[in-house]
């Protein structure tokens, strides 16, 4: 009896071990089918926005511009374009007079003209020069500009970019430096009447514009006042008339490279320009001449002032000082040029006379040896008597 009672108890734990372990085996393969389901359901959403992104995409692709023209506020310009009362007003607003400002429509038409579409009307010719010399004289952000004008920014962009290039195609028509011997006599002339200063044709000189780091040999452009800009080099006349111009030469490099490197010294060394009429001074031929500070070399036909690091005597001085007084041209034309067009930011660096050359490469008083100091000795003691 007692061995019987011992199996059937056998034969329930058994059987109870064996339930337990088939409803955990249900309960795993139940597990199992929920976290299939899940994932199958997890796929198929994730298919399913895959598809709704791509037809998104697909769909703003072809889908047309919004809107051609956004109606924003016009009329003011047109307004003072055409009223006379206004005409005193255009040089303090656009930089030059109403006359110049007509002279510029009509000198860029052909290259600034836009027509009518069906989409929208052209950007007139006149309100074009318009926006570019008011972006170019007030220094304005494009969209500070294309408020003021009515316009949209990318618009304002387009056209600043077709105007300077329309300008640019111009530019020789306007900078000319003299090689007929009349015009240059005139020049000698002018400058001769502003400080006594013979044989002087024009003043030369050097700018920087301040730019961003470019990506590509930015620290060529790092220039000695820890600022990134490019070179600008200018030759003016005894009217303030800039008749020569050099640029995009890197900030670091200082001015006597930049003018080895200009067409300006080419033409000069091979006696295309600054050849004639000549004039004897004090016993020496001495041609045609640019002067300019003590960061340039003295050559033949450019002139620079003595070194202030040395004991001057009176004559050399006073050659100084003449020289001085006839170069303040070029500085007052940069002057103008920063005050007048300010979209370019404009460094301060004319080299003062006491300033030493960096070059290193005997450029100023270390070539002076040669023709350029004879004929600056030749023209101290002509200034002298």
Not at 206 to 223: C, L, Q, R, T, W
Not at 309 to 338: D, H, P
Not at 359 to 371: K, L, M, N, R, Y
């Amino acid at each position: 009896m007692d061995s019987e009672r011992s199996l059937f108890m056998i034969v329930a734990i058994l059987l109870v071990i064996i339930a337990i372990r088939k409803a955990q085996r249900f309960r795993f393969i139940a597990l199992n089918m929920y976290f299939l389901r899940k994932r199958r359901q997890h796929d198929l959403i994730s298919a399913l926005l895959a598809r709704r992104i791509r037809r998104i995409r697909h769909t703003c692709v072809r889908r047309g511009r919004a809107a051609w023209v956004y109606p924003r506020p016009q009329g003011w310009f047109e307004e003072m374009y055409q009223n006379p009362v206004f005409s005193t007003l255009w040089k303090n607003d656009f930089r030059v007079t109403k006359e110049t400002f007509d002279y510029i429509c009509q000198l860029v038409g052909p290259d600034l003209s836009r027509q009518n579409t069906r989409f929208r009307k052209a950007v007139a010719l006149n309100k074009r020069v318009a926006i570019a010399l008011w972006r170019m004289g007030t220094g304005n952000s494009y969209r500070t500009t294309g408020i003021t004008f009515g316009q949209g920014k990318s618009t304002v962009i387009k056209i600043c970019e077709n105007f300077m290039e329309a300008l640019i195609r111009h530019k020789d028509d306007f900078i000319q430096f003299p090689d007929d011997p009349l015009d240059v006599t005139l020049a000698m002339r002018r400058s001769e009447s502003l400080a006594g200063f013979p044989n002087v044709v024009g003043a030369i000189d050097g700018s920087h514009i301040a730019i961003k780091a470019p990506h590509v040999n930015h620290e060529d452009y790092f220039n000695r006042k820890q600022n990134y800009s490019i070179n600008l080099q200018g030759v003016v006349d005894a009217t303030g008339k800039f008749i020569d111009v050099s640029t995009g030469w890197p900030g670091s490099i200082h001015d006597a490279r930049v003018l080895r490197l200009s067409t300006l010294y080419q033409r000069a060394e091979h006696n295309l320009i600054l050849t004639e009429p000549v004039k004897r001074i004090n016993g020496v031929t001495v041609r045609p001449l640019l002067i300019g500070d003590s960061a340039y070399p003295l050559l033949p036909w450019l002139v620079s002032p003595y070194p202030h690091s040395r004991n001057l005597n009176r004559n050399q001085a006073k050659f100084n000082k003449i020289l001085s007084k006839s170069r303040v041209i070029v500085e007052r034309a940069f002057g103008k040029l920063k005050c007048r067009w300010r979209a370019d930011e404009f460094e301060d660096d004319h080299s003062s006379d006491d300033e030493d050359d960096e070059d290193g490469d005997d450029d100023g008083d270390q070539i002076a040896f040669g023709q350029g100091r004879i004929v600056r000795q030749a023209l101290t003691a002509f200034l002298a008597e």
